[in-house]
């Protein structure tokens, strides 16, 4: 089949490459020539496990194509996937201005019939305003006979694993109406995907404003679980309980199951903070009050800075002479993604109370370094302060104390002998429970985790 691709960025990236992978013929369009000179000099300008090669065995193969050619985009597909970004707005509502743009693109120069489906992440009613703008291009040319359906197909794709969620997804939703045009979308939908249903059907069909929804129920779920195992933690600190415990006890409560109840020091990306939000805007926009989801919010801000109290805790309020470690800077592992990334907090407490710091990540390095610029411009003397490691153990050296904020897996078993004889004082402050506090104090080593700090003090 033929699919133009509108936007190469995270999700468009990854759902072009997968795509094309299945034998599609398939043409990526992006505004940025910067990023289209990337791609087809074979790089891509995201980190994400396993995508570099798909790309570059399909743009090989001749299935896919980069381009800044709009006309000749929508020449291209049958079916066009909308996968622009969506950023928040000022009042928290998502972004539609290159959706929208995106639409009336299509509507400027398609000559027959089109697929238009929403795959950027959008508030529900999103598809209305889509066919809104379609629709008017295509009667300011008196092309009116034109006909095309706007389809709903959210992603689920976790950062660090999108590949693999994309090929063998858990469930595929699409949201169509039942006109004419809707029916024959949905079986070109059904054709474009029925190799993901071979084995069993992946599909939920539904109209489409459940289908923006859907996306925005799941993100806010999961948060929301998060958000509370979090709150919990910081309770189980202060009563001496092990979260650890909790979780592997609620856990097995199949009605509940283990998935994202790992207390932490908040969430972040480009996900959760912004749908949250969008689906409160939304709320408000209808007169209804979500107080589950603001509360949500409210605490994960509220974790962001958990880490920064227990340091302060332990070495008092003025940090000035001291001088950290800090292990991870992405959001989380597997990708470089810093939007709304904890380490950003707990990073500007330090050296705003007059710390150093040394920071190491596996692959966010050039990423933290431009967006630590940004956090820091008003503030040039502040980024001073700051030593990008070559290496865990390299951000060590003459280091107070070591903090975890993200689970690489190349942080979870270090040499614990050499991290003590390293460390000026031999204290952990561990953002992601990635450690035993037993462990810990077998090993001598001053243990502060989520939820679990006091076990590791024998309290």
């Not at 013929?25 to 570099?52: A, M, S, T």
């Amino acid at each position: 089949m033929k699919i133009t691709i509108i936007g190469t960025g995270y999700v468009g990236l990854v759902t072009g490459a997968c795509l094309a992978e299945l034998g599609n013929d398939v043409f990526c369009l992006d505004v940025d020539q910067r990023k289209v000179d990337i791609l087809n000099n074979g790089g891509i300008p995201i980190h994400e496990p396993g995508l570099e090669e798909v790309v570059e065995r399909n743009r090989a193969a001749g299935r896919l194509q980069f381009s800044t050619d709009v006309a000749a985009s929508v020449a291209h597909g049958d079916i066009q996937f909308i996968a622009v970004g969506t950023p928040p707005d000022e009042d928290g509502s998502a972004d539609l201005q290159y959706v929208l743009a995106a639409a009336r693109n299509i509507g400027r120069y398609m000559e027959g019939f089109k697929v238009v489906v929403d795959k950027s992440t959008v508030p529900v009613g999103t598809a209305d305003r889509v066919k809104a703008a379609i629709a008017d291009e295509l009667a300011q040319r008196g092309k009116t006979e034109l006909s095309f359906s706007v389809v709903s197909n959210p992603e689920f794709l976790k950062e660090g694993a999108a590949v693999e969620d994309f090929m063998r997804p858990d469930r595929i939703v699409i949201g169509h109406d039942q006109s004419p045009e809707g029916l024959h979308a949905q079986t070109l939908m059904k054709k474009l995907y029925a190799p993901f249903n071979r084995n069993h059907e992946r599909t939920y069909w539904m109209d489409v404003r459940s289908a923006e929804f859907t996306k925005y129920a799941a993100n806010a779920m999961l948060a929301t679980r998060i958000s509370f195992m979090n709150e919990l933690a910081n309770l189980a600190d202060k009563v001496g309980a092990d979260i650890e415990s909790v979780r592997h006890g609620i856990g097995s409560d199949p009605r509940i199951g283990h998935s994202f109840l790992y207390a932490g020091c908040g969430y972040g990306g480009s996900c959760f903070p912004k749908d949250v939000q969008a689906l409160e805007r939304t709320a408000r926009d209808y007169d209804q009050s979500l107080l589950i989801l603001r509360a949500v919010e409210q605490v994960n801000d509220l974790q962001k800075h958990v880490l920064g109290k227990k340091v302060v805790a332990r070495f008092g309020e003025d940090l000035a002479g001291k001088h950290f470690a800090l292990w991870g800077l992405a959001f989380k592992p597997n990708t470089d993604d810093m939007r709304e990334a904890s380490s950003r907090v707990l990073i500007g407490e330090l050296v705003r109370r007059g710390a150093t710091v040394a920071v190491y990540d596996p692959v966010a390095m050039k990423e933290a370094s431009r967006v630590l610029q940004l956090d820091f411009a008003d503030d040039a003397a502040l980024l001073q302060r700051i030593r990008f490691g070559t290496s865990p153990m390299d951000t060590l050296q003459d280091a107070d104390a070591l903090a975890i904020v993200t689970e690489w897996k190349a942080f979870r078993s270090p040499d614990f002998e050499r991290v003590k004889a390293t460390l000026k004082n031999p204290v952990i402050f561990d953002g992601r429970n990635l450690f035993d506090p037993q462990l810990m104090a077998d090993s001598g080593i001053e243990y502060y985790g989520i939820g679990r700090s006091l076990l590791a003090r024998g309290q």
